[in-house]
């Protein structure tokens, strides 16, 4: 079993930065590739980002592209989520999750954290 606990969230203005961190307890975190995911009120949850196990590979959403950047630390089991530039369009629940590989399903989540961006 993995226990994910993402922090850093919070309310900013438009044009802003936040850095999400991703701190994973339980199995080898270097075992896992690693997502973050994003749900708007009243929308579904989307991926925004994914990195695989080493940190040689990433993968962004067109909506974030040049904007975000994922990296993890497997020294640490914590991975991160800088945002720079937040449009209000960011504001969401985010969540990070682990899995066996890049694309598929994820095994292991995280409760989120909040995003609010102000206009």
């Known amino acids: 079993q993995v226990e994910l606990v993402e922090s850093g969230g919070g309310l900013v203005q438009a044009g802003g930065s936040l850095r999400l961190s991703c701190a994973a307890s339980?199995?080898?975190?270097?075992?896992?590739?690693l997502g973050w995911f994003r749900q708007a009120p009243g929308k579904e949850r989307e991926s925004v980002a994914r990195i695989n196990w080493s940190g040689s590979i990433t993968y962004y959403a067109d909506s974030v592209k040049g904007r975000f950047t994922i990296s993890r630390d497997n020294a640490k089991s914590t991975a991160y989520l800088q945002m720079n530039s937040l449009k209000p369009e960011d504001t969401g629940v985010y969540y990070c999750a682990l899995g066996r590989t890049m694309f598929g399903s994820m095994d292991y989540w995280g409760k989120g954290t909040l995003v609010t961006v102000s206009s």
């Open positions: 339980g199995r080898t975190f270097s075992n896992y590739e």
